[in-house]
């Protein structure tokens, strides 16, 4: 089974400040099933990035992905009010168990 | 818009069962495979389980393995989840969510509002 490791567990920034997440994989994971999540309190996950670095739609260009290896990284460029909450990674691999990343929260400093 | 309805969670013993149910609407559900997810409170997210849309093809995580049953009514246009043996860390919102296969990518693109089950004496 796939493990995925997020790291930090928790990042305090500022609004207007660059934040990057990072998603390392235990193995080779095809980038075409790596997924990123938005969720806030009291909600349901929001998809953000599929295929590793295309934007859901709706989603603002602040937001990118990217892949190196075994190494994901969700990018959010400008900090808003409301980006602060848990970003999880989850990937599919080509039959489950799927898995998902133990999650980052992102808190306003 | 495209909707998903959780349902039948609630307090239960350990030991004890409880049957989950989803209901979508306004896409057509027999073409979609479906999952459930849980997130214990102020936990991480967690994949339950996979059925494929037409039901024959069926996955279970490590740790609900021959205690859950996923199943789905495509007549109904509704997926359930029966949980026998219940633990106390079976304690969790349980969501459903639909894959969406965007050839080559796949991903949860629809997530119910979830349902709170609580395993506890």
């Known amino acids: 089974e796939i493990v995925l490791t997020q790291s930090p567990v928790t990042l305090s920034l500022s609004p207007g400040e660059r934040a990057t997440l990072s998603c390392r994989a235990s193995?080779?994971?095809?980038?075409?099933?790596l997924t990123w999540y938005q969720q806030k309190p009291g909600q349901a996950p929001r998809l953000l990035i599929y295929g590793a670095s295309s934007r859901a739609t709706d989603i603002p260009s602040r937001f990118s992905g990217s892949m190196s290896g075994t190494d994901f990284t969700l990018t959010i460029s400008r900090l808003e009010p409301e980006d602060f909450a848990v970003y999880y990674c989850l990937q599919f691999g080509t039959s489950p168990p799927y898995t998902f990343g133990q999650g980052t929260k992102l808190e306003i400093k | 818009e495209v909707q998903l309805v959780e349902s039948g969670g609630g307090l239960v013993q350990p030991g004890g069962s409880l049957r989950l149910s989803c209901a979508a609407s306004e896409f057509t559900f027999s073409s979609y495979e479906m999952n459930w997810v849980r997130q214990a409170p102020g936990k991480g997210l967690e994949w339950v389980s996979y059925i494929s849309d037409s039901g024959r093809t069926i996955y279970y995580a490590d740790s609900v393995k021959g205690r859950f049953t996923i199943s789905r009514d495509n007549a109904k246009n509704s997926l359930f989840l029966q949980m026998n043996s219940l633990r106390a860390e079976d304690t969790a919102v349980y969501y459903c969510?639909?894959?969406?296969?965007?050839?080559?990518?796949?991903?949860?693109?629809?997530w119910g509002q979830g349902t709170l089950v609580t395993v506890s004496s």
């Open positions: 193995q080779p994971v095809s980038s075409t099933y």
């Open positions: 969510a639909r894959p969406f296969y965007d050839f080559p990518y796949y991903y949860f693109d629809y």
